[in-house]
Structures are given as C-alpha cells and as structure tokens.
C-alpha cells in the first residue's frame, strides 16, 4: 500500500467495471452495491471538501444503480459524464 493513497478507490472503481461486465442483474446489482459501499469507505478517508464530495456522489449514483432507481438511458449518461482523468 502506497502512503497516501486511499486504497478504496480502486476497489470502487474495479467493482464498477465489474458490475459494466456482469452477465446478469443479480451480479450486477451486487456489484453495484459493492462499489457503492466501497466509494463511501473511501469517502470516509477522506477530509471534508471537493474530493469527499465527489466520493459520496459516486456512491449515491451506484446505490441507485443497484436499486433500479436510474434507467439505462440515464445509466448511459452519467458513464459518459466521468472523467477519464479520475480513473488513473
């Protein structure tokens, strides 16, 4: 483990794109909701401000993904409005 690095943001992310691969609803709700639990870990690393932020509104986006409460089109929208700069 690297000194300052949240650990759990790549975590979050790999369940993301677990969850993008996944061949069916109950392992991508599942992975929706790990990714949504570890986006909030990695929130609570963090201080308060712009990236903590950024870290809970993940986790919301995941969670609702998870609940069915934000349509495919939608889904579609949000993943094009990430930044690729966040992902490295």
């Known amino acids: 483990m690297s000194i300052g690095k949240n650990p759990y943001v790549p975590k979050a992310q790999q369940a993301e794109q677990k969850a993008a ?48 409460e934000i349509s495919a089109d939608e889904e579609a929208a949000l993943a094009a409005a990430v930044d690729p700069k966040t992902l490295n």
């Open 21 to 68: 691969t996944a061949p069916d609803d109950a392992t991508k709700m599942r992975a929706y909701r790990d990714a949504a639990h570890q986006w909030e870990r990695a929130a609570t690393r963090e201080g308060p401000g712009k990236r903590r932020d950024e870290y809970e509104q993940y986790a919301d986006k995941n969670r609702r993904l998870a609940n069915g």
